[in-house]
Nanobody, 125 residues
Framework: QEQLVESGGGLVQAGGSLRLSCAAS????????MGWFRQAPGKEREFVAA????????YYTDSVKGRFTISRDSAKNTVYLQMNNLKPEDTAVYYC??????????????????WGQGTRVTVSS
């Protein structure tokens, strides 16, 4: 059964860093697109970043460009989100998502087929 498992969330002060990981498991589960979304309290789930299987194509939402870096280890079927210079407005539950090639340039959550359980990131001011 295909599964995505996130880890790495926590509490950090503004200006600090965290690294999120998402491992995809399943006998033949090797999604083309993997991405990160986040959902703050009372808000809709929003796109953060996405990466293709080879890492050739990478996309970020404007608010995290220059601070967050998405990367992928295809051998381990794992995607990472390195988050630097965190701000209180980055506070949210972060979700890993997996999809097809058509998912990669989409910012709508419905474009992705598989989701992790989420990991909470809290940034204090």
């Amino acid at each position: 059964q295909e599964q995505l498992v996130e880890s790495g969330g926590g509490l950090v002060q503004a200006g600090g860093s965290l690294r999120l990981s998402c491992a995809a498991s399943g006998r033949t589960f090797s999604p083309y697109a993997m991405g990160w979304f986040r959902q703050a309290p009372g808000k809709e789930r929003e796109f953060v970043a996405a990466i293709s299987r080879s890492g050739e194509y990478i996309y970020y939402t404007d608010s995290v460009k220059g601070r967050f870096t998405i990367s992928r280890d295809s051998a381990k079927n794992t995607v990472y989100l390195q988050m630097n210079n965190l701000k209180p407005e980055d506070t949210a539950v972060y979700y890993c998502a997996a999809g097809t090639a058509s998912s990669l340039r989409q910012v709508r959550p419905y474009a992705y087929d598989y989701w992790g359980q989420g990991t909470r990131v809290t940034v204090s001011s």
